[in-house]
Antibody, heavy 120, light 107 residues
């Protein structure tokens, strides 16, 4: 059974940092691109970042709204993907989901999400 | 960025009815269109990918159609478990974008 489990969310002050983790199981993690997607009442579902495979030199892509502040990374030996978030803003508040993606099948598995609140 | 416009934003229907949700892309995305269902307090779940291919385990009362810029999701004979929110999303390369969602409620 495919499982994605996020952790690391919580409350952080504006300008602060936070690192989210997602542990995968039930599939060969190193064969899949991985993404982070967030959801808030104000913006709905918003794609945040993607990391590709070792064979793609772990290429990364980011939404304009987070470029330069967020960094996605992966550790295939731990079947994990991470999201380092710096200089956080109130508008980064939301539930962050880890998703598996293929170009053909889209985001076929989602984690349960971890909540991030940016507030003073 | 490709904009995804979904309609209606909300929909009220009864068990047994047939409903259709539409999604329009701001440019040609060929068939790289997915539909997701989300229930309250849960994460989205893939229903349809490549515009018309049902994801594993999705009942046949769901069907997707369209290509290019115009797409639709049809649900035949609504069941109680079908109520929730539905989102379209293009998977024609980054940045992936989602529609604003359709909230399907029980009449």
């Amino acid at each position: 059974e495919v499982k994605l489990e996020e952790s690391g969310g919580g409350l952080v002050q504006p300008g602060g940092s936070m690192k989210l983790s997602c542990v995968a199981s039930g599939f060969t993690f190193s064969n899949y691109w991985m993404n982070w997607v967030r959801q808030s009442p104000e913006k709905g579902l918003e794609w945040v970042a993607e990391i590709r495979l070792k064979s793609n030199n772990y290429a990364t892509h980011y939404a304009e709204s987070v470029k330069g502040r967020f960094t996605i990374s992966r550790d295939d030996s731990k079947s994990s993907v991470y999201l380092q978030m710096n200089n956080l803003r109130a508008e980064d508040t939301g539930i962050y989901y880890c998703t598996r993606i293929t170009t053909v099948v889209a985001m076929d598995y989602w984690g349960q999400g971890t909540s991030v609140t940016v507030s003073s | 960025d490709i904009q995804m416009t979904q309609s209606p934003a909300s929909l009220s229907a009864s068990v047994g009815e047939t409903v259709t949700i539409t999604c329009r892309a701001s440019e040609n995305i060929y068939s790289y269109l997915a539909w997701y269902q989300q229930k309250q307090g849960k994460s989205p779940q893939l229903l349809v990918y490549n515009a018309k291919t049902l994801a594993e385990g999705v009942p046949s009362r769901f069907s997707g159609s369209g290509s290019g810029t115009q797409f639709s999701l049809k649900i035949n004979s609504l069941q109680p478990e079908d109520f929730g929110s539905y989102y379209c999303q293009h998977h024609y390369g980054t940045p992936y974008t989602f529609g604003g969602g359709t909230k399907l409620e029980i009449k």
